[in-house]
């Protein structure tokens, strides 16, 4: 299945082990110089939020056409941003 970043943005992310909508997609992060995806950020308030959900692509259950399932421990990824000076 392709989707692109344009589409994957406009999806809400739901965890299913609490049913809790963690938000929508605001970056990719990938391996270099392999070229693979391996994570993606989510947040529920947008790009400037200073906090973020980092939601490794092995955690993703499904992507259907307005929800991506996935399935998400908070304690293993959560994390501050840090502010840019």
Known sequence: MEVKF???KKKKVVNILDG????FVTDIIF???????SDFVCSD????????????????????????????KEDCRRKELREEE
């Open 45 to 72: 308030k947008g790009i400037f939020c200073k906090e973020e959900v980092v939601i490794g692509l092995c955690d993703v259950n499904k992507i259907g056409d307005d929800t991506v399932l996935v399935c998400y």
């Open 20 to 23: 809790k909508v963690l938000g």
């Open 31 to 37: 391996d270099f110089p392999e070229g693979k995806i």
């Open 6 to 8: 344009s589409e994957l």
